[in-house]
């Protein structure tokens, strides 16, 4: 099996876009190798991936950090492809952007070299944001991969998770620019707001913003105003297409749906009336940053397709989120 698909390393295999992605890489009967920021007491509970079918045969767990790019050499030796989804998440603004921005893009950069190094990695694929695109203060009614978001203009907005918006655009930017340089080949997926079920533990910020309706969170209604989404599947099935398709370059969209507020609320109060969504009135209230839409033909066109709707998004998101007890 491992002749037949090679060997893979996923960084960031705790998270929700990662988790997800190790056990679609193992259906695709890929061996995988993943990293975890170091745990020295042992407390972390790692049998969501250790128990995930074919792990046991096709799964290794190494250490390694952002902050030590060089911890990836050993992982990603002997690999073929490389998804690169590890990033610095601090919403909350607890550390210094700056901080935040250089272990983004220094152990981005660490891990293409060790890329590099390896001499067997033949493809890395970057997951990056819609955040790269969102921001280019550029008033346009939908945007596609021509579009940056730009740094300067970032800083000056009053929107949450600033660090993040700023570190994932300088990172996908120096990714691509290092590859360009040492001939590497790399390609970039921009996912937008990625919902749907989860197997990780923790609650993913992307599944309880669009759940924020459903959870009652009034403080992130804002990001909801005009909202493109796409099921954690569609997600991990297009980095595997992406590693995959000899004839692909550059940046990838991957969105499939965009609501405005109002579409989401009807569609939530007629789907799930248990639930205490709000009305039209109290919601032509809530003032923000109105987010374009996103293209995702460049993806399309190179025939990849997408599966699930908003339906499957919102029915897994709210099902997981009630066994894991969100809900």
Same mark, same amino acid.
């Given at each position: 099996m491992e002749e037949e698909k090679g060997r893979v390393c996923v960084t960031g295999g705790t998270g929700f876009i990662g988790s997800w992605l190790i056990m679609r890489?193992?259906?695709?009967?890929?061996?995988? %190798?993943?990293?975890?920021?170091?745990?020295?007491e042992? &407390?972390?509970? #790692?049998?969501?991936? @250790?128990?995930?079918?074919?792990?046991?045969?096709?799964?290794?767990?190494?250490?390694?950090?952002?902050n030590n790019p060089?911890?990836?050499?050993?992982?990603?030796?002997?690999?073929?492809?490389?998804?690169?989804?590890?990033?610095?998440?601090?919403?909350?603004?607890?550390?210094?952007?700056?901080?935040?921005?250089? %272990?983004?893009?220094?152990?981005?950069?660490?891990?293409? &070299?060790?890329? #590099?190094?390896?001499? @067997?990695?033949?493809?890395v694929v970057y997951t990056s944001s819609a955040s790269t695109v969102h921001f280019s203060g550029k008033d346009v009614d939908m945007l596609d991969e021509t579009f940056w978001s730009d740094v300067d203009y970032i800083r000056k907005l009053d929107i949450w998770g600033k660090s993040y918006k700023l570190s994932k655009t300088l990172a996908e930017r120096a990714a691509l620019e290092f590859a360009e340089e040492h001939g590497l080949d790399l390609v970039?997926?921009?996912?937008?707001?990625?919902?749907?079920?989860?197997?990780?533990?923790?609650?993913?910020?992307?599944?309880?913003g669009t759940l924020a309706m459903v959870m009652g969170n009034r403080e992130e209604y804002s990001m909801l105003l005009n909202i493109s989404m796409v099921h954690i599947d569609d997600v991990a099935r297009a980095h595997i297409f992406l590693l995959e398709y000899p004839d692909v370059k550059g940046r990838y969209i991957c969105s499939s749906a965009t609501l405005t507020i109002q579409e989401m609320a009807e569609f939530l109060s007629a789907k799930y009336p248990g639930y205490p969504i709000p009305n039209f009135d109290s919601l032509a209230k809530i003032e923000g940053y109105k987010l374009s839409a996103l293209s995702s033909k460049k993806l399309l066109d190179t025939g990849f397709t997408y599966k699930y709707g908003i339906d499957e998004m919102f029915d897994g998101a709210i099902q997981c989120c009630k066994e894991k007890g969100y809900l």
């Open positions: 890489l193992l259906d695709h009967g890929y061996s995988v %190798r993943t990293t975890v920021r170091s745990d020295p042992q &407390k972390r509970d #790692l049998s969501f991936l @250790t128990n995930l079918p074919g792990a046991s045969e096709r799964l290794q767990i190494f250490n390694a950090d952002l060089e911890s990836f050499d050993a992982a990603i030796a002997g690999c073929t492809g490389v998804i690169h989804v590890a990033a610095p998440i601090d919403i909350h603004g607890k550390e210094p952007e700056e901080v935040i921005i250089q %272990r983004a893009v220094s152990g981005t950069i660490g891990i293409l &070299k060790s890329c #590099l190094k390896s001499g @067997t990695v033949k493809r970039t997926i921009i996912p937008s707001f990625v919902t749907g079920p989860f197997i990780c533990p923790q609650l993913a910020g992307s599944v309880r």
